[in-house]
């Protein structure tokens, strides 16, 4: 009866955790977490655009320790991947931001923390004093004072770079949010913009977050808005959501400390295209400046040797983070980080790179190789 | 129980409209209205063509305010978008095309009435008073001086540009409508068409409008054609359905005033290229001496972001306008222009492309953009 | 209820026949005439080679009269398409050959009579004798006393011209016709193989088609039987299964009157090309020496002029002519041919191409006109 | 009433085995046979590998005779399959390697026995003494002393080449193996280890052959370890795993003897590409300095003609060998030797290449004959 891979929490591939959580949690909650802008052609795209590229294997290469651990402004992680920033955790699981904080510090991992979170910045840089880098991802809030003060909390809360969030100037249309009317549960709040006033009129037909983006999110950001984060922060600025090597270019003219190409998971402008097929060009646009991180889509081990061979140095997993929250709490967590880190060991001893420094495009087959 | 979804009228994007009014319409009326030519191969091209292209998007560009208005013939339109003509839409709903120009006109965008409609062209006209601008659809008669009649008709009705339709000097065989032995219920009439003489023999075989087009319409057009039209009237001329760059050249030294690039809805020749496929070889055929119209397939507000950075100036809306027009009349129309407009706002918005001057080719990632 | 394509019969495509055709006759005749070889992707990929292709129409031609007539050896047909030998036609209706030599009559076109008949080719000829063009098809004898007595044979009983069979040294394996035992219902005979001596010892576990091939027909032609056919007959020749147009150029300059491209119908080499994908390359090695037709997958008007704009004079229709024939005899046939003709002459009405001479390559769009 | 080609044993295509074998064994043994490494994405595209590629066959050859022997090593063997080395094949059939190798025999081929074989190499050595030409497969194991004499057991044994595996320093993930917990079942035990010590910690989460692998396998293999063989045997070296040209042109400088270009049927790093797929390449590194033998996805005649005309001298077969042994034994191995000898044979004689050396890079089409 019944096939072992049904039980919650056992699973031999993360692709196997969407649809455990998908029965765990409610249909609005996992809507949220899944679903994509419009047609989701951008979301499954961010899915096929690893599968489409292949692995050329070195071998007869030493492969008898392989060292995973990578460097990010000063910290060491035990791998090149970063706990994506993600609204609304506790949606998932009581102990929401707080449980992934811990386990992302069991893991030896950076996490980036959601102006969105359900806790507040300070209790989860708490929660995570023993993770190695954390970052607080910043939504710029109309009331440029509120935001002053956000990024003064987070630089005294401990957090040691930011991402400016820079691909949603509007929330994307997320049909299934339409179609359930998603509103964070009364029982849970946005803790860090508590205080704000609320603005403009609030309609019904849009989902509650959606309201807080139109009253809230300011759409005209250029680019002297990182010159103003300067002058109220003194943490490394890392800019979210590139996808046009041109905007890569300015941003690195503009200062920024590092670069996240990454199309959102999918959720804001539909058909935008899978931010791996983006990075050669942008690796080439910005060359060794600054750090290139990459986010949406990353699965499976080699997907992370793919993104770096392509010119990325780490990714940030997002969903699948939550579908282990989901499931087991903070311990679900730290199995999905140990999944992902042992097939990572495993694939680079069988590419023949057993450092990440030996993770070349050479590497790489496919369209990206031969464009 | 049910989905949501299935409520008539309720929809979160155009694709789900089709099968709401397939319930609804009676099957032969279904069938007439959704089908293309033999195969259906360019039907479903023309969905696929906008899928296949990726948008790479700009960010930092101030979208507090996006313009999606458009001016064409000096008239001032809403949104870059056009109601197709399409014949015979009181089967879809009592009011017709009386309530599609009515939508229109409430929309601000522009209409354009067929020769087949089921009102005649004056009554329609008054209908859409308000509407910007109304164009009249002429398939040419091969009584020129009845022609002559409609054309003067259309202008003093206040019609205020012509398309000529020059891909149908046959109709196109659409299997559906010789299964269902398609006619026109007998409730119904073609009015503009009222007083022609009935030539020739009239097959049983057949659906009854392919036995109009064998009879009445002309198959000999060449392009001294467009002089005469000129001769009797004063009204711009666009000819629609052109696909091949070197007509569209053709065109244009014979004096037209706009390209309508389509394949008439994939219900033609069957294997015909989408018609956005064709618009950069067009647009290089043309350069910018006169406006060039799209249609075939556009379902999404990114699908007009495409058109345009293909190089568009605009484009027409087909089967969806039948398909809200079939669930809630006048109203099921608006609601359908207003879907596509907030998203074409929302993807300028996310493409930092705030109007339509800015939507140029560099946004397009895909076969397009590699040609 | 039941939709009415159901009735045998009724169709609006010839692609809906086989499924009609597939219910009348039995497993072993139906397995025996659709099958393919092997894994059946040239089969497959006959069909698909045409979808792949599109076509660029013209427009503001004069398409008043369209004229599908075409001539072959100095014969006049209603168009462009001949019945390709087919081996038993029995098994499909009594009539078999001769049903449909006289449908090829009533049409006005060209077939060509296998070897493999079940009736005798002089029979056949009798009830064709109103057909402008009969060919001879030549499945190469072992005893060649025998093949130069059927080829007089041929030219006594009135056939025009002869396709010699080239690409069946060895008969294609066909799991169908292994999995039913195909063997000749024993009610019929190969007429013109009568008198033969039976050759070598006949194994139980092949089906009956293959022991004749292994036994009758010769595997060790070369070029130089050519100049042996010419010694023994003055018809004109031929080659029927050119697949590579280093052979087109050597049969051309071994004295052939005209070339068939084709794989058979992908009965013999599976994963061999489809046939209209060698058409180009096969025109540029020929020139315009000799009439090159071609055949496999032969379905639609729009084939047609796809094959003729990739370099076909003519195209040869398989199958389909099978199941008109189980399924009305005669009659049968003709309304496949009729089907075809029709769509043809409106495919051309639509292309803007009244004539067989304006259908040149640059009406073609897709892989072929990028190569 | 159950379709004939069910019957065990019943079957035109070598891929029609796999499911009735799958039928017959153990869930456990099936998984491990027929899984792949990860999403199988290596797996599945080493049979689409075959599948994508088309040939393009010559007419008008004598193929009267047709000749598929092939020389190996000074040995001659009746057509170029090799069997490939497949681990613990009496979970198959209780004769296991004994009666491949003697089904080998009897087909006049090739077979490789490996090092994790259930039974001693010395007696399936001896089952297979009428085989032209034995290899043994070597992992290497840490204990070089255990090494040096497995390979001195098979050089006095009577095998007269080795292949060493090199693809293989760590155990592809496999989640069949983890799902099934997969173990040798006790009543079977990997002979030729047989007093080797157990090394380091028996985990339990891992599959039994994934703790030989960890404990006993050595992964710090680089290219001076051929040398080291050399020093210990005269038997001539072919690595096994090859698929960067840039490795086979290092293996080449190293000495070995023979190359085989290969994936371990997709068993051991997910997206590495097909092993076909990289044969021009490595046929253009190394030339014709050692023989390339290749594997991964044989299913079919064709497929040989394929390999070899991209570049490879012969292929190895694996799966559908274990298949037949499932189902019948050595007499189940010898029908799918000589199905696939006589489809070779057929193709061979269709391709007009009536011996092994006409089978050039020309009869190919598809992507490699376009790169
Ligand atoms: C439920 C959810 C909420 C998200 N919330 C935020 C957010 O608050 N801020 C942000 O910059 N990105 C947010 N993202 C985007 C992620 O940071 C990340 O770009 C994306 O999830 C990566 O793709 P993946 O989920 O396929 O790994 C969110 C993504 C998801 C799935
Ligand atoms: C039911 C129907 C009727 C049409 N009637 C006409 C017509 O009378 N005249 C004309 O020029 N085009 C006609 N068209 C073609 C449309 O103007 C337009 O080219 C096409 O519908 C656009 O494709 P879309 O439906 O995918 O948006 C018709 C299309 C449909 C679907
Ligand atoms: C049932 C059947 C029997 C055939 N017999 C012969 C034959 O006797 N001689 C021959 O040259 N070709 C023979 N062919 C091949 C056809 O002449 C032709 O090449 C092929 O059917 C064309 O493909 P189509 O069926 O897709 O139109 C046969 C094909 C079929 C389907
Ligand atoms: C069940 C199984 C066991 C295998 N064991 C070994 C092995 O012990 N040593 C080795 O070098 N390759 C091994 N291989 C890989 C095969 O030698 C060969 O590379 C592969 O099976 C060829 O692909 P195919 O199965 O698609 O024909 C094994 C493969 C299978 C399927």
């Known amino acids: 009866m019944g096939d072992s891979a049904a039980k919650p929490g056992r699973y031999f591939s993360l692709s196997e955790l969407e649809p ?54 000063g910290a060491k992680l035990k791998m ?17 931001e707080l449980a992934v904080a811990r386990a992302a510090a069991a893991a030896g991992i950076s996490m980036s923390v959601s102006t969105m979170a359900t806790y507040h910045l300070e209790d989860v840089a708490k929660a995570g004093s023993a993770c190695p880098l954390l970052f ?14 956000l990024l003064q909390g987070a630089a005294e809360a401990g957090y040691k770079g930011l991402m400016v969030t820079v691909d949603a100037p509007h929330l994307g249309h997320r049909q299934a949010d339409e179609r359930n009317q998603f509103s964070l549960p009364t029982s849970m709040s946005l803790r860090n ?10 309609g019904h037909s849009k989902s509650s977050i959606s309201q807080v983006f139109t009253s809230q999110i300011d759409p005209k950001l250029t680019w002297d808005f990182i010159a103003w984060v300067r002058s109220v922060s003194t943490l490394p600025i890392f800019v979210k959501g590139v996808l046009n090597p041109a905007d890569a270019h300015l941003a690195v003219q503009h200062g920024v400390d590092g670069i996240v190409v990454s199309n959102h998971g999918g959720r804001q402008l539909d058909f935008a295209p899978a931010a791996v097929d983006m990075l050669p060009a942008i690796r080439d646009a910005v060359g060794r400046q600054v750090p290139i991180l990459v986010d949406g889509g990353v699965r499976l081990g080699t997907d992370i040797i793919k993104a770096i061979a392509l010119g ?23 199995k999905v980080l140990e999944t992902l880190r042992s097939e ?9 790179a057993p450092s990440l420094a030996q993770i070349t495009p050479s590497l790489l087959m496919g369209p990206a190789a031969r464009l």
């Open 80 to 96: 090149p991947v970063l706990v994506a920033p993600m609204a609304m955790q506790q949606m998932a699981h009581p102990d929401g």
């Open 344 to 352: 990572l060991e495993l694939a680079m001893a069988l590419c023949g």
């Open 20 to 73: 455990q959580a998908q029965e765990r949690l409610p249909k609005m909650v996992y809507g949220y977490y899944a679903s994509g802008a419009d047609s989701e052609s951008t979301l499954r795209d961010n899915i096929q655009a690893f599968k489409r590229r292949r692995l050329l294997p070195r071998i007869m290469v030493d492969v008898g320790h392989v060292d995973t651990s990578f460097s990010l402004l």
């Open 312 to 334: 990325a140095d780490a990714v940030l997993l997002g969903r699948p983070v939550l579908w282990g929250l989901a499931l087991e709490g903070q311990q679900g967590v730290e």
């Open 193 to 202: 913009l508590e205080g704000l006033q609320p603005k403009g009129a609030h």
């Open 136 to 149: 607080f991802q910043l939504y710029v809030i109309k009331d440029r004072d509120f935001t002053a003060k």
